[in-house]
């Protein structure tokens, strides 16, 4: 689970994806309900053709009575999506998103207490990280909210990310469901958010080692 991590400006958005948010951003700390940058394939529109938008970190299911929710969808595991009430409808349609960021946040629990780590990259670009967006209006009001969430996966076989995390005590060191973030690198950007299910699929895995540049924070 990802609960922090740093989203770049509209400039560095701009350069490693060729699109800006419409009305500027100036690069923040991201925790869970807050505002944040996503990159998406532009609705009704060319599949070439990209936009960024600013939404809520929480996907707002349509189904949702409110805006608020009760309940996290700031992470999704990848495994739920099909059949999760609060993922299945984006994921079948298609609404893939890639989230900017400079680098994220996971704790490691090797010396029995909560010390955190920082991700960036060794290449010095940022993160692209797989998310799904959904687009929700409050038929009270008209308003219409953008949100997103930011995709796991298993990472029990992973040098790196299988290290992070609190270990649940009620299962062995071979069953424990450690999860990472996952990475879409900038020659596979199309593929996720124009590609088929399939193709998306064949996406998701846990960063790879040799780019991962991390360190106690």
Known sequence: MCTKYVSPDDQAIERFWQVRPRDGWAGSSMFPRAPGPFVRRAPEADAARR??????????????????????TFNARFEELAHKASYKVPWARGQRCIIPALSFDE???????????????????????????NTWTDFATGEVHESYTMLTVNADAHPLMRRMHKPDPKFGPDEQDKRSVVSIETADVERWLSGTRDEARSLVRPPAMEVILAAAA
């Open 51 to 72: 936009e960024c938008v600013v939404g809520q970190w929480g996907l707002i299911p349509s189904f949702a009575r409110e805006a608020k929710l009760s309940y996290s």
């Open 107 to 133: 704790p490691c629990w090797e010396t029995g207490r909560n010390v955190w780590w920082r991700f960036s990259r060794q290449d010095g670009a940022p993160w692209g990280l797989a998310g799904l967006w």
